[in-house]
């Protein structure tokens, strides 16, 4: 059973930090390639970031220079680092999982086949 829970989430103000975690429950987890996706009221989800098994990542404009994605492969957990979060960053953000060495079409949201239920992240002005 394949099983994606996210964590980290919660109340910021503009210009603070959050480290989101995503912990996968099977054991083949290193050879998926892995994204964090992001979804505000009223907006459609949209893919932030994203990494192969090889380490090799993808941003979307807004969050390059401040977000960092990386994954554990030895504890079958993902992560995303947040810096100068801001108050447009809100959204409840999801983790997803597809099998395969390579994150092509990295935000695609239909390339993935497993999501996390997600978690909140406030950010005040």
């Known amino acids: 059973q394949v099983q994606l829970v996210e964590s980290g989430g919660g109340s910021v103000q503009s210009g603070g930090s959050l480290r989101l975690s995503c912990a996968a429950s099977?054991?083949?987890?290193?050879?998926?390639?892995m994204g964090w996706f992001r979804q505000a009221p009223g907006m459609e989800r949209e893919g932030v970031a994203a990494?192969?098994?090889?380490?090799?990542?993808s941003y979307i404009d807004s969050v390059k220079g401040r977000f960092t994605i990386s994954r554990d492969n030895a504890k079958n957990t993902m992560y995303l680092q947040m810096n100068s979060l801001k108050p447009e960053d809100t959204a409840m953000y999801y983790c997803?999982?597809?099998?395969?060495?390579?994150?092509?079409?990295?935000?695609?949201?239909?390339?993935?086949?497993?999501w996390g239920q997600g978690t909140q992240v406030t950010v005040s002005s």
């Open positions: 099977w054991h083949t987890y290193s050879s998926y390639c």
């Open positions: 997803a999982a597809r099998p395969g060495q390579w994150c092509r079409l990295p935000f695609a949201r239909d390339e993935y086949n497993y």
């Open positions: 990494i192969d098994i090889y380490g090799s990542t």
